[in-house]
């Protein structure tokens, strides 16, 4: 899927949102080209798909990483790359949507599989 094809299904699937999702995410959905890896990866196997960014210039946003998406799914099926889009613009929204109420289960929880991540990876190391 090339960029401009990945901002025509993101966009459908944005649609596909109710309206007050979207309340106070000023800086929007934006694709950003590059491939992100998790800081906490032991080498280059845990990709970042996609992120709710807060600042004080940029405001409220979500980023989706195509070059992420492109190293995890250039193989898949037009329909499991769109599921898994769909399921990481779902996911980065309710970040935002969590967010604007202070809530912070999505976050603990995203802690939780961060934390199995780097345990089973320490189990590997010593083998």
């Known amino acids: 899927m090339t960029i401009d094809e990945m901002q025509e299904v993101l966009s459908q699937l944005a649609d596909e949102l109710p309206e007050g999702f979207f309340r106070e995410l000023n800086g929007g959905i934006i ?24 600042d004080t210039f940029m405001g409220r946003q979500i980023k989706i990483y195509y070059g992420s998406f492109e190293q995890v799914h250039r193989h898949t ?7 898994a889009l769909r399921a990481t613009l ?6 935002h949507v969590e967010g604007l109420s202070r809530l912070m289960d999505l976050e603990l929880e995203d802690k939780r599989q ?8 320490a189990k590997d190391a010593e083998k």
């Open 90 to 95: 779902r996911h980065e929204f309710r970040h």
């Open 77 to 83: 099926s037009p329909e499991v790359y769109r599921d």
């Open 31 to 54: 694709i950003v080209p590059e491939i992100k890896y998790h800081p906490q990866a032991y080498g280059q196997n845990l990709f970042i798909m996609g992120e709710y960014v807060t």
């Open 114 to 121: 961060i934390e199995r991540y780097l345990s089973h990876g």
